[in-house]
């Protein structure tokens, strides 16, 4: 079947018993079991529950995995996967990641006994170089959050693989609609549900996607034992969101290359970054390994003054946190999503004083340009 027929149909089926096209909230926290050694094969709403399950399945079909666990948010995900690594164990990481990913590294984990090597995992050279004897995983962001960098996905992972460590991708930018990591080599996907899967900005949400039951096993397993499991409702409502994936990435798609275009030609823009532009470091690779370049574009203002002006004079843009909603929202990484990291880390990889984040939305792409227009003139 087609990427948009599993999305709808996979994990979404009609309920069994009464026929509803849409299958009922199970919110209850225990089940009752039929008799001794006889059971639904559902106990208690941590270890599972039938939302859930369902969720999964959709999830595990669309990044074309073996198997998928969804957690109560993106975090939550990307820490059941650190937890794999036992004390002594290196991992390389892209160094422009997520800022909560390198708060969870750099101020927590390592107190385990974990060692960690932020490098431009888009050079393949410096992934290898920093790969050490006890090198045990290769974490990689592509596009990054919020440089958009992008990483050749088969050659780190056909590398690792020959070392026998493990690639995982955090594959939230694009969605398994425009990028399939599995498919490239990747050993496992992590997803923040909150963003694109859900789409719609009204609950949390994390996945890990797996490709042997090993790690199958193993990440169920912490999923049950640490708690981190999705809600009834929450895993309803990325559900939902997930039926429209498709045709809401192609909208985000095709306006984020519209307002990409018009921030790269605009005199008040020094420096406009997204993949989908011919002028990306990137771009061919990029073309090459995705199905397009989704709604994500970072630009810099020159100055912090520059980008306070703009986002406080935008109005149907949102400035707030996350990203991947039907709405537009745009942020300052370096005070918001990124804060937590050291200012010298920031410049050094390219978050600058002056860098705004966009998170395109779907709607009518003439008046996020007119918003943008008149926010920059301000300037």
Request: overall charge negative; proline content about 4%.
């Amino acid at each position: 079947m087609g990427f948009s027929t599993d999305a709808i149909h996979v994990g979404q089926e009609p309920d069994p018993l009464t026929g509803s096209i849409v299958a009922p909230i199970y919110q209850t926290s225990t089940y009752v079991i039929e008799q001794m050694g006889k059971s639904s094969g559902y106990d208690y709403a941590r270890t599972n529950h039938p939302n859930r399950k369902a969720l999964e399945r959709t999830v595990a079909k669309l990044e074309r995995g073996h198997a998928a666990y969804v957690f109560s948010s993106g975090m939550a995900a990307i820490d059941s996967v650190f937890r794999l690594l036992r004390p002594g164990d290196h991992m390389v990481l892209s160094q422009a990641v997520y800022g909560g990913v390198y708060r969870l590294s750099t101020q927590f984990l390592v107190q385990f006994g974990l060692e960690f090597s932020y490098v431009d995992t888009s050079k393949l050279d410096e992934v290898e170089a920093a790969v050490k004897p006890n090198t045990k995983m290769i974490y990689l962001e592509t596009p990054t959050n919020p440089t958009m960098f992008v990483t050749d996905i088969a050659a780190v992972s056909a590398f690792a693989h020959e070392k026998k460590i493990t690639v995982v991708v955090d594959n939230t930018f694009l969605s398994p609609y425009l990028q399939q990591p599995l498919a490239l080599g990747a050993d496992m996907v992590v997803h923040s549900m909150t963003k694109y899967l859900n789409g719609h900005s009204d609950c949390t949400g994390g996945a890990v996607i797996v490709n042997t039951q090993a790690h199958a096993d193993a990440i169920y397993f912490l999923q049950r034992s640490v708690g981190a499991g999705l809600a009834p409702m929450d895993c309803f409502l990325v559900s939902r969101g997930i039926k429209t994936l498709a045709v809401r990435m192609d909208r985000h798609d095709s306006n984020g290359m519209a307002i990409a275009k018009f921030l790269e030609a605009h005199k008040k823009v020094k420096r406009t970054i997204y993949p989908g532009l011919s002028s990306h470091a990137q771009h061919e690779l990029a073309k090459r390994q995705q199905r397009g370049f989704g709604g994500m574009i970072s630009f810099d203002l020159g100055s912090v003054e520059a980008a306070t002006t703009l986002l406080n004079h935008v109005k149907l843009c949102s400035l707030a946190e996350s990203l991947g909603g039907v709405e537009t929202l745009i942020s300052h990484p370096p005070s918001m999503t990124h804060a937590s990291v050291p200012a010298d880390v920031r410049e050094r990889i390219g978050i600058t004083p002056g860098l705004v984040r966009l998170s395109v939305g779907i709607e009518d792409v003439e008046d996020l340009i007119a918003d943008l227009d008149q926010a920059l003139a301000k300037i």
